[in-house]
């Protein structure tokens, strides 16, 4: 009984320490560096300084250049994006198109060619020294080698980038709808215009509304794809931001920080009125599956074909140029339009050691300390949040998912004002500089991903699992590690792969909090475009299809795991 009581007494002891470690962990690394953020955006030796801050702001004409471009790109991209998305969901869940299974695999590709990954093969294809732009001199000698770069070139990519919006969510959205609804509606001689109009839209509508709104916040805090083909005379606000910061003008970054996160804030609010609303409008809870329309006029069969074709097309060349060109003689880049030669020296190189490993290696290391430190924090707070419903555990969920509210370029220049100098909360010492300050803010990054995937696994654990083993005597630990564990540990792995994968490329973060100490990949990259040294572009392409690669086995496990899978006939 004693031995009993001093285990249960360790137990209690270790859980308590743990609690206030995690409370430490968000107060040090996310709430303070917050308040930080907003004494440096409106406070200076005691004075409050909101008047002089905007005088200075608005002053500057590459301040309000960049927040013009910023409003009028998150628009276009919003209207652009929604109107390929809407296609390739017509295409995929509505009209009868052959060749649909190769259409599901090319709209699929920015679930793989992301972040600055993307906007590097983008530029690879079509900047100055670009495949495309290599046969368009062919047949326009006078066309600038840049013409792809500015702000038109950032529509195009974006455009195209950010539709696996419509791909992932709109999808699901389409098997809502009840075909039988659609039938009684043709019987009564209603037009395909009409069905799409009066019956298919208002199931749909929620979505389309969400799909928008993360269009918008995405669009709003872009930095890789206009940091890489902007050129010089397109800024959006998140370079900006780390222009000021670049020269000690850390108020007048943390007041565009600022306003920046309030707009993200009014999205998140408006998502959440959007998914709310949406439980109203539905379809069936058994639907029948929709019979894919035929579509009978020749002209209009012939162009639904043709632009779908066109959009495959689009998606994959980048791909395909990317991965051909990462096998070809560096001096073949940028001189050929396809490689003569292939070899896998490219490859050698990076992966044999040397500097053109340390920042893959550095990316890959911090990625993995961040997502194991993440996995730890979440499996330790989110059973408590499922299982206790009070002030404390509706404090530490609210810190949880704080980070989605906040724009990564805030969250950075919190950690900067934070600790630039030596800091209490972290016994007197001074993080920026460090190898530690980057994998810090990589974990706040991805804390809001871990604990909506982690959650939904422990909701669904069947309470009397765990009401079983403690009846026969199983502690706290024991019951979580061979009870609990086992039943979340594919949602755990899949949370982890998802959040690495994202972090071998991340760009905000890293370009702001970066240093010697752990350069990593997505500033490798970054570099390495800038350079006009083939050997330095073959290396980013070897880099790319390495992304692509690992992203690919993230995306063939979520779909072996069944996590956010539809039906048979529509799996990738």
């Known amino acids: 009984m004693t031995t009993q009581k001093t285990k249960s ?26 308040i930080m953020t907003l004494s440096t955006a409106f406070f200076s030796g005691g004075e409050f300084r909101f008047s002089e801050i905007t005088d200075d702001l608005s002053a500057s004409k590459r301040v309000r250049g960049a927040l013009f471009n910023t409003f009028w790109m998150t628009i276009a991209t919003t209207i652009t994006v929604g109107i390929v998305g809407l296609f390739q969901v017509a295409v995929l869940e509505y009209f009868h198109v052959k060749g649909r299974t190769l259409l599901k695999v090319g709209f699929a590709v920015p679930l793989v060619f992301g972040s600055i990954v993307a906007a590097t093969g983008y530029k690879f294809t079509y900047g100055p020294i670009g495949v495309v732009t290599q046969v368009l001199h062919r ?101 900006i931001i780390l222009t000021l910061n670049s020269i000690n ?65 689009i998606y ?26 292939f070899t896998l020296s490219n490859y050698i190189t990076v992966l044999s050691g040397g500097s053109a490993f340390e920042p893959f290696f550095n990316s890959a290391r911090m990625g993995l300390l961040a997502v194991l430190t993440g996995l730890a924090a979440t499996l330790f707070a989110v059973p408590i949040m499922v299982k206790h419903k009070n002030w404390m555990t509706r404090l530490m969920d609210l810190g949880f998912f704080l980070p989605w509210v906040v724009p990564s370029v805030l969250l950075a220049i919190g950690l900067i004002v934070t600790f630039d100098e030596a800091n209490p909360l972290v016994a007197n010492t001074v993080l920026l500089g460090t190898f530690l300050i980057l ?67 991340e760009y905000p973060l890293s370009a702001f909090l970066y240093n010697v100490n752990n350069k990593p990949l997505s500033i490798a990259i970054l570099e390495s475009d800038k350079s006009y040294n083939p050997e330095q572009a073959a290396i980013t392409l070897v880099y790319a299809v390495l992304v692509m690669s690992f992203s690919m086995i993230v995306v063939m496990s979520a779909e072996r795991l069944s996590l956010g899978k539809g039906p048979k006939t529509n799996n990738l």
């Open 439 to 505: 994998p810090i803010g990589y974990v706040i990054h991805i804390l809001p991903l871990m604990v909506r995937f982690l959650r939904a696994a422990f909701i669904g654990i069947d309470p009397s699992y765990e009401e079983a083993a403690r009846s026969m005597g199983a502690s706290g630990p024991y019951r979580f590690r061979r009870v609990i564990f086992p039943l979340v540990a594919p949602t755990a792995l899949l949370a982890g792969g998802y959040t690495f994968n994202e972090l071998l490329t």
């Open 9 to 34: 007494k360790i137990e209690r002891a270790a859980f308590i320490s743990a609690l206030l470690l995690l409370l430490w962990f968000l107060v040090t690394f996310l709430v303070w560096p917050l």
């Open 249 to 313: 003008r850390p108020d007048m970054a943390a007041f565009l920080a600022l306003f920046l996160g309030l707009f993200i804030m009014t999205m998140i609010l408006l998502m959440q009125w959007v998914e709310a609303r949406g439980s109203y409008i539905g379809g069936a809870k058994t639907p029948v599956p929709i019979e894919l329309k035929r579509v009978k006029n020749k002209f209009a069969n012939f162009v639904l074909h043709a632009v779908s074709y066109l959009l495959l097309f």
């Open 139 to 239: 047949f326009f000698p006078g066309l600038p080698s840049d013409w792809f770069i500015g702000g038109h070139g950032v529509l195009y990519a974006q455009t195209f980038l950010l539709t696996s919006f419509y791909y992932l969510f709109l999808r699901a959205a389409m098997r809502r709808v009840d075909y039988s609804t659609i039938e009684a509606a043709r019987s009564m001689g209603a037009s395909e215009a009409t069905i799409l109009r009066r019956v298919v839209l208002p199931v749909i509508l929620p979505t389309v509304f969400a799909v928008m709104l993360l269009t918008i916040y995405t669009s709003t805090v872009s930095f890789a794809v206009p940091e890489l083909i902007g050129g010089r005379d397109f800024n959006m606000i998140s370079q």
């Open 316 to 341: 994959v060349l980048p791909v395909f140029l990317v991965i051909s060109f990462s096998f070809a003689p560096a001096s073949e880049i940028g001189t050929q339009t396809f490689p003569s030669t």
